[in-house]
C-alpha cells in the first residue's frame, strides 16, 4: 500500500453543487433560492423558533406549572456527612459555622438535617430545620436537635 494509491471509499465523496453559474448550468439565476422573500436575500438569518409570521409553536401552547414564590429552599445534609464532620473536628456540638468551615454549605443557605446514615455518638446539632425521622435518631444516640431562629 502506498500513500499514492489511496482513495476515498466509493460514494464517500460528492461534487458541490456550483450554483450561479448560468442558465445553462440548471442552477444559475435564482440559486435554487426560489423567488422573492427574505430566504432568497443575501444576509438572511432567521430568527429560532420564526415561523414565517404564523404565530409560533411556543407562544400558541398554553403555559403550565407554578413557581411558588415564598419557597424556602433547604441545602439537604445527611447525619452520616455530620457524624463524620463531628468526629474530624473532635467536637460534641456542631452548627451551622462548622459546617461553612468545612465546605458542606455556604454562608447563606439554609442548613436541613435529614436521616441518612446511623448516628452513633451524642451529637448537639444546630440547623435551621430537621426531618423527624433526623430527630428521632438523634435523640436515639442520646444527642439534642436545636433548631436556629
Known sequence: MKLETLAPAKGATKTSKRLGRGQGSGKGGTSTRGTKGAQARAGYEHKIGFEGGQMPLQRRLPKFGFKNPTRIEFKALNLSAIEALATKLGV??????????SGLVTRNELVKVLANGEIKTALTIKADA????AI????????????IE
Open 92 to 101: 460534641a456540638e456542631v452548627g451551622v459555622e462548622e459546617f461553612v468551615a
Open 130 to 133: 430537621f426531618s423527624a425521622s
Open 136 to 147: 428521632s435518631k438523634i435523640e436515639a444516640a442520646g444527642g439534642k436537635a436545636v433548631v
